[in-house]
């Protein structure tokens, strides 16, 4: 019976750590969301400053063709009858001056027309453009009633976020406990990796070392000096072919799941308990049983089974990914993989039912912050 009661406690309070998780995600996409609202605002903004310039200028000039056009009308009402035209060539002095008083009043009607084209055009413009207008403040009283609902549920989240920082806070205990277990499950794999990828260097190391001597004993010169550290990953010329194809395509690599949201990030992580957890990599919540992928060709160099769950480790040259929080695994050390090809699956919490993936990407032993390599 106590037994079942502790249980239901710790679902209770582990369902609630994972759901703060979920709720940070949740608040980052809805303030990026509003962002992305406020941007496009902006840029209506500026779309309804040109358009009402263009709007005024347009008017102006219609105000002034009209004035223009009824100043001709008017002089031409004068001058209408066929009679004052002809009495107006003929009064010329001679036949050139006639010539071109002819000229001037086949002239003048071709303007007329022309005017009355141009006011006609000109009005047509400034309609098209009063609609343009007209759309674009509607397209931003609905974009600015989107950034409101957005606000408005955005507060809801944040809401529900202080309600279970606040939970947690009163299972503080419960909850630290819970906390340093994950720091010893972070800490046992980043041993684990640490020591895979220093047994790496090492054996590359002794490699190049070999070479230089070889190659050293054949020209009867000294050996060349081997360099330290993660350099010598890509010591070959293979090695270093895919390392740098690796960094070229940062910021383009494929997510190593197919459809999920990053619940946890890179960097340090605390929880109001005075217990921070390190993040070497993101966490990815995704679909139960979804598949995981290699994000790039490479090889596989450890397989760890670590606490019942499974860990991935693919070299790419002098980078390293690391792939957890699996359930199954199809590949084996050793193994050449593809871009894309699969490598296992995701494990769901048999406790609160959700499924993530951590993932990582190194550069020799170092970490990096995956967000940055992974496509948009």
């Known amino acids: 019976m106590l037994r079942n009661s502790q249980r239901k406690v710790a679902s209770s309070k582990r369902l609630s750590l994972k759901q703060i998780n979920a709720l940070n995600a949740q608040i980052r996409l809805r303030e990026e969301k509003i962002r992305t609202i406020n941007s496009e605002i902006r840029l209506l903004d500026n779309q309804i400053y040109e358009n009402t310039n263009t709007v005024r200028s347009l008017q102006s000039q219609l105000s002034k063709l009209k004035k223009e056009y009824a100043a001709m009308v008017l002089f031409a009402f004068r001058n209408q009858s066929a009679y004052s035209k002809l009495m107006f060539i003929f009064a010329a002095k001679d036949f050139n001056q006639a010539y071109k008083r002819l000229k001037y009043l086949q002239q003048f009607g071709d303007y007329r027309q022309k005017q009355a084209h141009y006011i006609e055009h000109t009005q047509k413009a400034l309609g098209v453009k009063i609609v343009e207008l007209d759309h674009n403040k509607r397209e931003k009283s609905g974009l600015l009633s989107d950034q409101e609902n957005e606000k408005k549920t955005?507060?809801?989240?944040?809401?529900?976020?202080?309600?279970?920082?606040?939970?947690?806070?009163?299972?503080?205990?419960?909850?630290?406990?819970?906390?340093?277990?994950?720091?010893?499950?972070?800490?046992?794999?980043?041993?684990?990796?640490?020591?895979?990828?220093?047994?790496?260097?090492?054996?590359?190391?002794?490699?190049?070392?070999?070479?230089?001597?070889?190659?050293?004993?054949?020209?009867?010169?000294?050996?060349?000096?081997?360099?330290?550290?993660?350099?010598?990953?890509?010591?070959?010329?293979?090695?270093?072919?895919?390392?740098?194809?690796?960094?070229?395509?940062?910021?383009?690599?494929?997510?190593?799941?197919?459809?999920?949201?990053?619940?946890?990030?890179?960097?340090?992580?605390?929880?109001?308990?005075?217990?921070?957890?390190?993040?070497?990599?993101?966490?990815?919540?995704?679909?139960?049983?979804?598949?995981?992928?290699?994000?790039?060709?490479?090889?596989?160099?450890?397989?760890?089974?670590?606490?019942?769950?499974?860990?991935?480790?693919?070299?790419?040259?002098?980078?390293?990914?690391?792939?957890?929080?699996?359930?199954?695994?199809?590949?084996?050390?050793?193994?050449?993989?593809s871009l894309k090809q699969s490598i296992g699956t995701v494990i769901t919490d048999p406790v609160d039912g959700t499924t993530q993936l951590h993932f990582e990407v190194r550069k020799g032993a170092a970490p990096q912050n995956p967000e940055g390599w992974l496509a948009n």
């Open 154 to 337: 955005l507060g809801k989240e944040k809401n529900d976020q202080s309600v279970q920082l606040s939970r947690l806070s009163k299972q503080e205990k419960q909850l630290r406990q819970e906390l340093l277990q994950k720091q010893k499950e972070v800490a046992r794999l980043n041993r684990a990796i640490q020591t895979a990828i220093n047994r790496e260097i090492e054996e590359e190391r002794r490699r190049a070392e070999a070479a230089a001597r070889a190659a050293a004993a054949r020209t009867g010169t000294d050996a060349k000096p081997v360099a330290r550290g993660s350099s010598v990953l890509a010591a070959t010329p293979e090695s270093a072919k895919l390392s740098s194809d690796f960094l070229s395509n940062r910021g383009k690599l494929p997510w190593p799941v197919a459809v999920g949201t990053i619940v946890e990030r890179f960097g340090n992580h605390g929880y109001g308990v005075n217990v921070t957890v390190e993040n070497n990599g993101i966490d990815i919540k995704t679909s139960e049983g979804a598949t995981v992928r290699a994000v790039f060709s490479g090889e596989v160099r450890s397989v760890y089974n670590i606490g019942g769950q499974y860990a991935v480790l693919i070299r790419h040259g002098e980078y390293f990914t690391v792939y957890s929080n699996l359930r199954t695994v199809s590949v084996s050390k050793g193994e050449k993989v």
